[in-house]
């Protein structure tokens, strides 16, 4: 029989789990894989938002893309292709990818304790301009930040970025233990002067107009071209591990409790893959009522999106396990085209 | 996202709102496509309705 090796304290930090990212490497995409939206959301690969603050000019796609870095195991990234360029920013004009994490998820690290423990993030990107770009970690609940730079050297060329941060002791710097957006981490393709200024260095009580950017980052926003990220990962410690490739099952199952869509059909109609993808009432009293559980706790009660024939739901009586739509009038209804969105 | 029309949702004692129901508009088969956004702080889509309810941009019914 063979004998099972104990990793060692020092190597705990490789163990399973240990991202604190999900969806780093772009495999999920529920809402979609191709957006032109310039305004702020959840468009394409789960948990990622892309924020463009108060562009006038600015056309993008940002899509999953099958580009990646070879050899590296990863099957997909995040792309933004700048198709009309910003080409003054305002002042107040801002474009940024966003990832939050919940507090009750980094409580671990012991933030606003002589404890507070550091973290690696490492990144895959390509970028076809090149110099100084701004990633800014926010502890939103402390409204302090520490803003970090990484530099892309060579133009359409894939390159490996790592970023090690100290952990926050200050005493005000712990995370709230609940479902709330805690830890944001961030990349800025362009930022405004309302967003930069004189940057505390480390970990500091955070002003838009100082910490936010750098005041010498590319404005990347400004001509037209293109970005790709993938392979992020965010770990505690001061080592960049190997990526902690995760099967698309379990990283889909992560992503749920932010966003379900349970098919992707947006017209009811029969599909020779999905039936027919509808959720049909149930009798209930004087009307119908329409169940549609959840496959994990969602973090919160989440929004519902959704398409409705015959009739009109008058009652909603739905949780963060499930949605529970009642028509008090129609005892025989459907819906289609639905999604549950309990992002940050 | 366009807004054809926002209304509140009540829960069964008829006093208690739940949710802002938002009408998004309806497709070629007569079937239409809403929105039910909880009234909790915690949702970051009720924290923008409410931004533009305050900026005057948009108006919630209290029923139909």
Redesign the interface.
Known sequence: MALSKILPASQEQYAGARNLIINGAMQVAQRGTSSTSVTAGYYTVDRFNFSPIATDELAVTHSQSTTVPSGQGFANSWKLEVTTAETALAADELCILRQQIEGQNLQHLAYGTSSAKSLTLSFWVRSSLIGKYSCLFYNLDATRTNLQSFTINTADTWEYKTITIDGDTDSGAGFDND??GSLQVAWIFAAGTDWTGTPHTGWGAHTNTDDYAFSDQVNFIAQTGTFYITGVQLEVGDTATPFEHRSYADELRRCERYCYRPFVSSS?DEDAELGWPRFYSSVYGTGGTVHIEYPVTMR??????????NG???????SYIKATLRDTNDTAFFVY?FQA???? | MIIISAKYLYAEDGATKTHIKLNLGTNDTGHTTYKHIPISANSADYVEIMRQVEAGTLTIQEAD
């Open positions: 479902n709330g009811g919160t009660n989440p929004t519902l999106t959704y398409t409705q024939a009109t739901v008058d009652l909603d009586v739905s085209n969105d309990a992002e940050l």
